[in-house]
């Protein structure tokens, strides 16, 4: 079954800025491995953010200085914001988990689209 779920997807112009909600399990909050990824078809996913159990970040070098990530242990969610967007980023962003045991994330939603135009 799906355990977690995107939201805060949409259309936005170059510059632009949205922000991107993952509602997860307090555990996964908490204590899991978390990140952002993003697919476009016929390339790759893409790992464009990650953050530790503890809450330290990494970021794609694609997308430093201009998105966040973070948790948010109130609301049970993995946050991305992003800022200065550019068309490049068009893509369906998905948030994953990984169990302590996994070398790979294991868990992931179902995506929500960001389309970024000219």
């Known amino acids: 079954q799906t355990q977690l779920w995107e939201s805060g997807g949409g259309s936005v112009q170059a510059g632009g800025s949205l922000r991107l909600s993952c509602k997860a399990s307090k555990y996964m909050i908490s204590g899991a491995d978390m990140a952002w990824f993003r697919q476009v078809e016929g390339k790759e996913r893409e790992e464009v953010a990650s953050?530790?159990?503890?809450?330290?970040?990494t970021y794609a070098d694609s997308v430093k200085g201009r998105f966040t990530i973070s948790k948010d242990n109130a609301k049970n969610s993995l946050d991305l914001q992003m800022d200065s967007l550019k068309p490049e980023d068009t893509a369906k962003y998905l948030c994953?988990?990984?169990?302590?045991?996994?070398?790979?994330?294991?868990?992931w939603g179902q995506g929500t689209q960001v389309f970024v135009s000219s």
């Open positions: 953050i530790t159990g503890d809450g330290r970040p």
């Open positions: 994953a988990a990984r169990s302590s045991w996994s070398p790979t994330y294991n868990y």
